[in-house]
């Protein structure tokens, strides 16, 4: 009897867990089998493979730079998340290994910006940005987020697991607390570097509101950007906003995939 009970308590697990990966799954299945239809197909609520394709990739890219903008992209995100992990590791670093007085006063004050919301900071830090003149700038975007209090926080707690006892011996051996960081630190807590890159690389490219305010030029518009401006024109060409979508949507996937079992050692606090 036991047998049976834990035979249909499995088979109810597989079943919600493929419940639940459906429904992960389908909204993806969706865009790419969209991307091969028409807007009138898509309308109606089509769900099966069109003619379309070709008419769809042809129209995106008569209608979009896609160099450009993908260029623009890639340029945001990969300059943005090497400049906020280099900052964000380093103050992660500095507030677990360095003591003094004021160390866990300034972290809080770090942590209640997270408690402030987007949209309380939004005009001042457009003004900020019109004063500087970065208005219309890639640097406009990367700036406020060079700092991300979250990524600091995370990197603080993953510095926590890190040996002691090798800091103790590099300082025994004369090196100084930068080459600590760079030749000891680094390589150790490469899987927590690797996980932050997957949170932060997404964080850039899938940034709307921000980008949405500062940039107002064709030119250094981004991905994200012109997707949405697609889809919201007043009659909409759907099987091109798909076409659109995947395409914003491909290089999150890989950067995933590819470092997935980083991205899980990461944040499961793995030290190597």
């Known amino acids: 009897m036991t047998r ?32 091969t239809n028409t807007t009138a197909d898509i309308i109606i609520g089509k769900v099966s493979f069109g003619h379309a394709l070709l008419t769809n990739i042809q129209t995106f890219m008569t209608q979009v730079d896609v160099p450009l903008i993908m260029w623009n992209s890639i340029k945001i995100a990969g300059v943005g998340t090497v400049l906020t992990l280099a900052v964000t590791s380093l103050a992660g670093y500095g507030f677990e290994i360095f003591r003094s007085k004021l160390r866990d006063k300034v972290y809080a004050v770090v942590l209640l910006t997270l408690m402030v919301p987007f949209a309380a900071i939004m005009i001042p830090l457009f003004m900020m940005m019109a004063k500087a003149g970065l208005i219309d700038t890639h640097i406009a975007i990367i700036l406020p987020t060079i700092a991300w209090a979250f990524v600091i926080f995370y990197f603080r707690q993953a510095t926590k697991a890190f040996p002691s006892e090798l800091r103790d011996a590099a300082k025994v051996d004369g090196l100084k607390e930068w080459q600590i960081f760079l030749y000891i630190y680094f390589p150790v807590m490469r899987s927590t570097y690797a996980a932050a890159f997957v949170i932060v690389f997404m964080l850039y490219w899938n940034n709307y509101l921000w980008p949405l305010i500062v940039l107002q030029s064709n030119e250094t518009k981004t991905i994200t950007l012109v997707v949405s401006s697609l889809a919201s024109a007043y009659y909409p060409d759907y099987g091109t906003v798909m076409i659109g979508t995947i395409l914003a949507t491909l290089p999150t996937l890989f950067i995933f995939f590819a470092m997935q079992r980083q991205f899980v050692e990461g944040m499961l606090g793995s030290v190597k």
């Open 4 to 35: 049976y009970i834990r035979l249909a308590t499995g088979s109810l697990q597989y079943i919600l867990l493929g419940l639940a990966a459906f429904i992960s799954v389908f909204p993806f299945i969706w865009m790419v089998i969209s991307a």
